[in-house]
């Protein structure tokens, strides 16, 4: 178990008591960061769109799962969402107000292909894109776009077993060339996949995301990232022979890692946590950079993990300008022999998530989200660990937020006053500023999210946003005192400690 007071000394760090107090004094601002820094928020296709048939758009994994009953805890789907098919305006509007530099979204693979294939562009897709990138571009705010964030069109899943099958490098290779082809003049920085780490373990291995597979944890999951792996060296090839030195633009792949700190000085603990960092970032962030999966992988999972070739490793070599890192939450880490979570992929890391000090208080306050501690000296720990481990790299944060629980009876201006997720997002870009003075090549940083959206199977019982959205009023949008927050943020000065905070 780990001591509050000696690790907030070993680490040359801040507890959050402490810096609660440094804040009364001095708060962060915008000067805490080089001036080329990028502020952004960023939303996903599937959690905020809607408009699932409209437009041409094809079905995904994600409407068939959400309408499966049990699948999604509210019973409810994204068919609608918050509906910024038509109202993107609207929202690019608010992000312009509130003084933001980028918004991160993610296309619909199935708007552009509605059956996947590749054969034949569906031209009211491409449109959508175009208006909204077009008039974020009007506005000066500039877009981040993800080409994958879960949203598989249904009939390669149907007709190939998606993720699962080789042929999906194929697809993907496709779609992302039509992108680039499309919308490559504006868009400058491409992300190709979001968080592949949770497509493969919750998506096949545990089941509770799409498509929701479970039968054969022991290999499905490492087949997934694999070939997502490969998808994205493809893409990154496409890219670079075909629309780099026309277009100029950066490639990247959004990994997401919650910190995880041995719990204890044994060395059985520490080589646990270690372990626990190179089934995340290093399954996916190894290869690319190292030419092959961790060693501890390896040796867990033996012939369950695929092999690349010679020629596949060559072209996962260099095929990222940037990491992009979607982070959350930390956890204390100690080695068990039996790990009590569901899932073939907690089974083979032979460790126990931990989330309480030595006494029992919890390693930081909760959020909404049952997996989500406020937590910040873990997101410095992180950008710190991976630029050490991967030769300083330039890092965006592409996400980082916490929620609040969705609840019916409160009035309205009680949840526009978030006061909690004022502090988390103070906090963490304060240890992200250290991180950058410790030597961090951290170029931007993305809240998740810029609305109250569809969070996967939680439903809309949990709340992301900066804005809220008001669900049972035609889904008004009303900035939350965090939005309002970033807004005085980034006009400098005013993100000092006010009365009104
Ligand atoms: C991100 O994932 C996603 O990219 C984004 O779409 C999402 O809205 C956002 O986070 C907030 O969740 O219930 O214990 O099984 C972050 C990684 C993956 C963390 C799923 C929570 C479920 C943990 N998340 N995970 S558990």
């Not at 500039?142 to 080789?166: A, I, R």
Request: net charge negative; glycine share 8%.
């Amino acid at each position: 178990m780990v001591k509050k007071e000696d690790f907030f000394f070993n680490n040359n760090a801040l507890s959050a008591e402490q810096q609660e107090e440094e804040n009364d004094h001095g708060d962060i601002s915008r000067s805490d960061f080089p001036p080329n820094f990028v502020f952004g928020v960023a939303t996903s296709a599937y959690q905020v769109e809607g408009a699932c048939d409209e437009g041409g758009r094809g079905p995904c994994i994600w409407d068939a799962f959400t309408h499966i009953s049990g699948n999604v805890i509210d019973g409810s789907n994204g068919d609608i969402a918050v509906d910024q098919y038509h109202r993107y305006k609207e929202d690019v509007e608010l992000i312009a107000k509130l003084g933001f530099d980028a918004y991160r979204i993610s296309i619909s693979w199935s708007r552009i292909f509605p059956d996947g294939l590749g054969t034949k562009v569906n031209e009211e897709g491409i449109t959508y894109y175009n208006n909204i990138i077009n008039s974020l571009l009007e506005k000066g705010i500039e877009p981040y776009v993800t080409l994958y964030h879960w949203d598989l069109p249904l009939h390669l899943h149907e007709t190939l077993d998606g993720w699962l099958n080789k042929e999906i490098v194929k697809y993907f290779s496709i779609y992302a060339d039509t992108c680039f082809a499309n919308f490559g003049d504006r868009v400058k920085n491409w992300i190709t996949l979001n968080e592949p780490l949770q497509t493969a373990v919750n998506g096949y291995d545990v089941g509770t995301f799409a498509p929701g597979r479970k039968e054969k944890p022991e290999t499905e999951p490492y087949l997934a990232a694999h070939h997502q792996l490969l998808a994205h060296a493809s893409a990154v090839s496409i890219y670079k022979s075909k629309y780099k030195e026309k277009q100029g633009g950066k490639v990247g792949m959004t990994v997401d890692c919650e910190w995880a700190e041995a719990n204890s000085d044994k060395i059985e603990d520490k080589i646990a946590a270690a372990r626990r960092i190179d089934f995340q970032l290093g399954w996916y962030l190894d290869p690319i950079y190292y030419g092959d999966y961790p060693k501890v992988m390896r040796e867990k999972l033996g012939h369950r993990l695929p092999k690349f070739t010679e020629e596949e490793k060559e072209l996962l070599t260099n095929s990222l300008d940037f990491v992009g890192l979607n982070h959350y939450t930390t956890r204390f880490i100690s080695h068990v022999k039996e790990s009590p979570e569901e899932g073939d992929f907690y089974k083979a890391q032979t460790m126990e998530r931990i989330v309480e000090w030595e006494g029992g208080e919890l390693i930081g306050e909760k959020a909404a989200s049952e997996w989500l501690y406020m937590v910040p000296w873990g997101i410095r720990k992180v950008l710190n660990y991976i630029a050490r481990r991967y030769n300083n790299p330039p890092i965006y944060v592409t996400e980082n937020g916490m929620d609040d629980e969705e609840n019916e009876t409160s009035p309205l201006h009680e949840m526009l006053d978030d006061k909690l997720r004022v502090v988390y997002f103070k906090r963490y870009l304060a240890a992200v500023s250290q991180a950058i003075k410790d030597g961090a090549d951290v170029r931007g940083h993305f809240a998740w999210s810029l609305l109250d959206n569809f969070e996967w199977a939680q439903g809309y019982t949990k709340r992301f946003g900066l804005i809220y959205v008001d669900y049972k009023n035609g889904l008004t949008r009303h900035p939350k005192s965090s939005a309002y927050w970033f807004s005085r943020f980034f006009k400098g000065g005013e993100g000092k400690k006010s009365k009104s905070d």
